[in-house]
């Protein structure tokens, strides 16, 4: 490995890191090193952005605010590539292969669309450790950081049903796709034994292909979004990515309840204008997971294999930034004990 340190060892379960970047970013191929050479001049952590890149408030930029604290934390030299449009497998398979080859580790690809290339390029480097979010990865340099998203989406449903005052609530999809199906399977059967059944849920997937613009299109976001407002739902919740700002927007613009994703999107400061209208965000400490695979490493003694981060180990969550939330009749207290019931197993969540 690159080196031995001497700091302690970081556990799987990290606390939730305080997910504040708000960077922009888009689809370019240019790449924006953090920190530079520094006086070790040693290269460390480099990540490699899913579609929508950096400046989502969500997904990528959770990842990102990983990576910052590594660099801070360990003084080296690291870096954040963006995608690029209707890029193939192979040219994903040549960004990890390149920093790699940089001398940068680890390596993570930021999104379930890094499968292949993943596969590919950790096989051509065995030296470096290679780290996934969202899918699994065999390899022994590889670790597969994956999340209990419907645990979170569970919780979501808890507060919508709370918050609800048409009985009707929505959920955007971003990509029609299993890692999808777990936020809404999650969400919906919250929302159910909440309720008990008396509130519907209104469902939409954007696109069937990430391809198509289905995390990466806010504007199919807020048409989605006017179409769940206009059948009276007054709660919405998106797993979408970036096109998830435009149901936070559809959603103010209604004044309707939005419930944000990944990230703590009520403190996003891209979002400000619209925050009095986000009750609350389903947290997915994707940045927790980067960090710890960093430090890891650094730790020289590489995490491998499947990391689960779930609601026991503070993986994922539900966002309580809102104080508007204290103020709907029995909503803390339900998703206290709904959070309760899920790391006792009393409550087994869905998946599909």
């Known amino acids: 490995m690159r080196r031995i340190s001497k700091l302690t060892r970081v556990a799987v379960g990290v606390a939730s890191l305080a997910l504040a970047a708000t960077a922009c970013g888009g689809t370019s191929s240019e790449s924006s090193g953090n920190g530079g050479e520094t006086s070790k001049g040693e290269k460390g952590l480099a990540i490699a952005y899913d579609i929508g890149g950096k400046g989502d408030q969500s997904f990528n930029d959770a990842a990102y605010a990983g990576l910052e604290k590594a660099q801070k934390e360990f003084g080296y030299q690291t870096e954040d590539i963006e995608p690029t449009e209707g890029e193939t497998d192979a040219d994903k398979q040549q960004r990890l292969e390149s920093l790699a080859k940089q001398g ?12 292949p290339a993943m596969e590919a390029a950790s096989k051509q480097f065995p030296d470096t450790t290679f780290g996934i979010v969202d ?3 065999e390899g022994d340099n590889v670790a597969s950081l994956v999340f209990a998203e419907q645990e979170a989406s569970y919780l979501a449903g808890v507060a919508a049903a709370k918050a609800t005052k048409t009985n009707t609530v929505g959920f955007v999809g971003g990509v029609d796709i299993p890692l999808i199906h777990k936020f809404e399977a999650g969400y919906k059967q919250g929302v159910e034994d909440t309720s008990g059944g008396k509130v519907k849920v209104v469902s939409q997937y954007l696109t069937q292909t990430a391809e198509e613009g289905g995390f990466s299109s806010p504007d199919k976001g807020k048409a989605a979004a006017e179409g769940q407002i206009e059948k009276n739902a007054d709660v919405l919740y998106a797993a979408a990515g ?17 419930i944000g994703v990944d990230s703590d999107q009520y403190k996003q400061g891209a979002l400000a204008k619209y925050k009095d209208f986000i009750l609350t965000s389903a947290l997915k400490d994707v940045g927790g997971a980067v960090y710890a695979l960093a430090k890891s490493v650094e730790d020289d003694k590489p995490l491998k294999g499947v990391q689960t981060f779930d609601l ?3 993986g994922v969550g539900l966002a309580d930034s809102n104080p508007k939330m204290a103020e709907i009749a029995g909503l803390t207290d339900a998703v206290a004990k709904a959070k309760k019931e899920i790391i006792d197993g009393t409550i087994k969540v869905k998946t599909e």
């Open 104 to 115: 940068y580790n680890p390596v993570i690809g930021v999104g379930f669309a890094y499968g």
């Open 135 to 137: 899918s699994v990865v």
């Open 242 to 258: 970036l096109s998830g700002q435009g149901v936070i927007e559809a959603a103010a613009t209604a004044k309707v309840w939005a």
């Open 312 to 314: 026991k180990v503070d």
